[in-house]
């Protein structure tokens, strides 16, 4: 079984960063990794997304704003997070998707898909 663990939340003031970092048990080449966050009170948002060719897709809620990257040759995936935003308070999960998915899109929109893995999360909190 594939396990996932998330590293790198905490509290920070509007405007400020953070890198989140996920390590991969074993090698994840040809799925979907990406990063899913849920605020308190509200449903699971996928916001980011690495497909099986290095392609990316963001939310609009924080396209230009985080950088979804990895190391493979670690087994890690990273979210870079900057100008961050009250808003952008919640606990933040590393997600690992099936093919099946078939699409990026899809993955976002995977939230409890029997086709994803996922991590414990990592909690951020962002302070006005």
């Known amino acids: 079984q594939v396990q996932l663990v998330e590293s790198g939340g905490g509290s920070v003031q509007a405007g400020g960063s953070l890198r989140l970092s996920c390590a991969v048990s074993t090698y994840y080449g040809g799925y979907f990794m990406g990063w899913f966050r849920q605020a308190p009170g509200k449903e699971r948002e996928g916001i980011s997304v690495l497909g099986t060719d290095g392609a990316t897709t963001y939310s609009d809620s924080v396209r230009g704003r985080f950088t979804i990257s990895r190391d493979t040759g670690k087994n890690a995936l990273y979210l870079q997070m900057n100008s961050l935003k009250p808003e952008d308070t919640a606990m933040y999960y590393c997600?690992?998707?099936?093919?099946?998915?078939?699409?990026?899109?899809?993955?976002?929109?995977?939230?409890?898909?029997?086709?994803?893995?996922w991590g414990q999360g990592t909690q951020v909190i962002v302070s006005a």
């Open positions: 997600v690992l998707g099936s093919r099946a998915l078939g699409t990026r899109w899809n993955f976002l929109n995977s939230a409890g898909s029997k086709f994803t893995i």
